[in-house]
């Protein structure tokens, strides 16, 4: 059954926003770490660049963390008319639906932080979409086990309905099939007596097809003697 609070707007846990602020300087490091070493190799030349680079972490931590929050105030999933619904996005707000029914993969993930804080990544794979369609970066363990078990009930249902409707259609095929066997009898008969009439037309057919020719030649010696007979006949009378 599913629970009343998917079906209105659910926010992420608070110990979301830790993973999300997490990802956020972890995109940073990876896009600005070559600039950090280059600068970390010059300190002892140009000891003055330490406090530069201060600022600029501090700048960046400070990015990052409002960024983060206004990224988890606004991420708010739901299960609404049969979809999974992810709405997410402060500047670019963006509002992704799922059918239940195309859902094909439910993954639960948890990393070394994740575990830390108690809380697993939930990612949703569907039919036509390559690669995760939507992921929760931060859901409690019980709350993603009830996502997995709602999100692909849809999907098991729509297995057992199609497995009842091949069931139904071989056992529509199996009593259109169906004969009693007085009814095999009346059939077997009724086609060895089509067949049997069939074979004596044939054989008779050939009887006379062999025997024509000498049919006709008998008849023809008898009407010419029946012929003959008479035009003897009719020339006696006339003489006498």
């Known amino acids: 059954m599913q629970n009343k609070s998917l079906s209105s707007p659910n926010?992420?846990?608070?110990?979301g926003l830790a993973i999300l602020l997490f990802k956020t300087l972890y995109s940073w490091g990876r896009a600005l770490w070559a600039i950090f070493l280059v600068v970390f190799l010059r300190i002892n030349k140009h000891p003055e660049v330490v406090y530069y680079l201060y600022i600029a972490l501090g700048?960046?931590?400070f990015i990052s963390i409002i960024h983060s929050t206004l990224t988890y105030k606004n991420f708010y999933f739901q299960i609404k008319d049969d979809a999974f619904i992810v709405q997410k996005g402060y500047i670019n707000k963006e509002n992704k639906s799922v059918p239940l029914e195309r859902i094909q993969t439910v993954n639960i993930k948890q990393n070394i932080l994740?575990?830390?804080l108690g809380i697993v990544q939930l990612d949703i794979d569907s039919a036509g979409s390559k690669g995760k369609e939507i992921s929760l970066p931060g859901v409690r363990i019980k709350q993603a086990k009830e996502l997995?078990?709602?999100?692909?009930?849809k999907k098991n249902d729509t297995v057992i309905t199609e497995e009842q409707e091949n069931i139904e259609d071989k056992e529509e095929k199996k009593i259109l099939l169906y004969l009693s066997v007085k009814d095999l009898v009346k059939i077997a008969i009724s086609d060895n007596m089509l067949k049997g009439g069939l074979l004596a037309l044939s054989f008779g057919y050939g009887l006379f097809s062999q025997y024509k020719d000498i049919i006709e030649e008998r008849f023809s010696n008898e009407l010419e003697n029946v012929e003959?007979?008479?035009?003897?006949?009719?020339?006696?009378?006339?003489l006498i």
């Open 11 to 15: 926010r992420l846990p608070i110990e």
């Open 228 to 238: 003959t007979s008479i035009t003897t006949a009719g020339w006696d009378s006339m």
């Open 59 to 61: 700048i960046i931590v």
């Open 148 to 153: 997995e078990s709602i999100l692909l009930s």
């Open 114 to 116: 994740q575990q830390i």
